[in-house]
């Protein structure tokens, strides 16, 4: 043998013996419990039956339509009662203003005796809608006005009629 052999054995003589084996009662003896018993006990409640996988993925987009349904009948109903809510705002706001013109109109007519047909003669702030002086003399005036965007509900006041829908006579 050579002095170093990777394939030699550590022990020159035999090999130290084994640690022996504890000692184990066998079960049943007396101070040693039983041993366990592997009863088949039905379970509890019977398990669920099982749903496959395309079952469980129809379920979902049966869910998802409900709920798509549901959002569609809302958007159905609010959405218009939000349209009027606008409308019935961009109204207030012509109103308003037609009202601002017409007491810079009487203001006028208090300092002067008659009404006047240019607006840079009113004292009043720039109207936030569309507001039209569409007559006016020593006998009275006619304003119009709708939003500022020039869509919806066209109103009028007259200093005879006062505001109303319809067109000054």
């Not at 409640?45 to 979902?60: D, E, H, M, N």
């Not at 203001?107 to 009043?124: E, F, I, K, Q």
């Not at 002086?133 to 304003?143: E, F, K, S, T």
Request: proline share 12%.
């Amino acid at each position: 043998m050579s002095p170093f052999d990777p394939n030699a054995d550590f022990y020159s003589g035999s090999r130290p013996p084994a640690a022996p084996e504890p000692f184990r009662p066998p079960f049943g003896s007396p101070g040693v419990p039983a041993a366990p018993v592997a009863h088949a006990v039905p379970p509890a409640v019977p398990p669920a039956p099982r749903v496959p996988t395309w079952g469980k993925v129809l379920i979902g987009l049966g869910i998802g339509f409900a709920a798509l349904t549901v959002l569609g009948i809302v958007a159905a109903v609010a959405i218009p009662v939000f349209l009027s809510q606008h409308a019935k705002a961009a109204d207030s706001v012509v109103k308003q203003d037609l009202r601002a013109v017409a007491q810079a109109e009487e203001n006028v007519w208090m300092a002067t005796g008659s009404y006047t047909g240019d607006p840079a003669a009113l004292d009043v702030a720039e109207p936030a809608s569309q507001v039209a002086i569409l007559a006016a003399d020593p006998q009275g005036y006619c304003l119009a006005g709708r939003d500022a965007q020039g869509h919806g509900r066209v109103w009028y006041y007259s200093s005879a009629a006062g505001l109303s829908r319809t067109a000054c006579a």
